[in-house]
């Protein structure tokens, strides 16, 4: 599966932003999806996940409750909606997916697919 995400920008703490992975080549039905982020001189962390039948879904503590995944089969795309952004959210978003099953897991390993990232710039 190819994955194509879009919608980072800059934003002023506080507003929201909606990023989109758009994928293809296979259904995102069959696989973990999930968003992953990068600041500048940090590693790759976890944000939140669906699991395959998009009935589960999994945050780090930091995003609860500002962020929400989601995603619409018909387009074959994931959604991470971002409400409340605050100036740490600042980073790379990537858009990956995992075959493997596990949508509970943090570790960037666990995931095969990787879509390049999108810039999210918060300013305060």
């Known amino acids: 599966v190819q994955l194509q995400a879009s919608g980072g920008g800059l934003v002023q703490a506080g507003d929201s932003l909606r990023l989109s992975c758009a994928a293809s080549?296979?259904?995102?039905?069959?696989?973990?999806m999930a968003w992953f982020r990068q600041a500048p001189g940090k590693e790759r962390g976890f944000v939140g996940s669906i699991n395959r039948s998009g009935v589960r879904k999994n945050y780090v503590d930091s995003v609860m409750g500002r962020f929400t995944i989601s995603r619409d089969i018909a387009k074959n795309t994931v959604y991470l909606q971002m409400n409340s952004l605050k100036p740490e959210d600042t980073a790379v978003y990537y858009c990956v997916a995992s075959s493997y099953g596990n949508f509970m897991s943090h570790a960037p390993h666990d995931y095969n697919y990787w879509g390049q990232g999108t810039l999210v710039t918060v300013s305060s």
């Open positions: 080549g296979r259904s995102i039905s069959g696989y973990v």
